[in-house]
């Protein structure tokens, strides 16, 4: 069984900050990409950043304010938010592809968190 769990969220004034946390566990062999993705009241959910072993990428409505980041020796990824944005308001998740072991066989599959709200006061 492998989880992701986000913590980090939560209220904060325009301009402020907020760093989440997304914690990958159990039968894990390996992660690849891993990524952090939002959906705000009444939207679709969208992409935000993604990190692999080639770099990194951001949704252009984020680049220069957000950084992602990992340590792989955790399995643990985070999202460094600056300069937040009512428009940033949105639960937050995260997301990765693992290969997970199974009594000696192994999958791949995409896992998502539960998500954690981040709201940004005006």
């Known amino acids: 069984q492998v989880q992701l769990v986000e913590s980090g969220g939560g209220l904060v004034q325009a301009g402020g900050s907020l760093r989440l946390s997304c914690a990958a566990s159990?039968?894990?062999?390996?992660?690849?990409?891993m990524g952090w993705y939002r959906q705000a009241p009444g939207k679709q959910r969208e992409w935000v950043a993604t990190i692999t072993s080639d770099g990194t990428n951001y949704a252009d409505s984020v680049k220069g304010r957000f950084t992602i980041s990992r340590d792989n020796t955790k399995n643990t990824m985070w999202l460094q938010m600056n300069s937040l944005k009512p428009e940033d308001t949105a639960v937050y998740y995260c997301?990765?592809?693992?290969?997970?072991?199974?009594?000696?066989?192994?999958?791949?599959?995409?896992?998502w968190g539960q998500g954690t709200q981040v709201t940004v006061s005006s």
């Open positions: 997301s990765a592809d693992i290969v997970a072991s199974y009594s000696g066989s192994y999958r791949r599959s995409a896992y």
């Open positions: 159990g039968s894990i062999f390996s992660i690849n990409s």
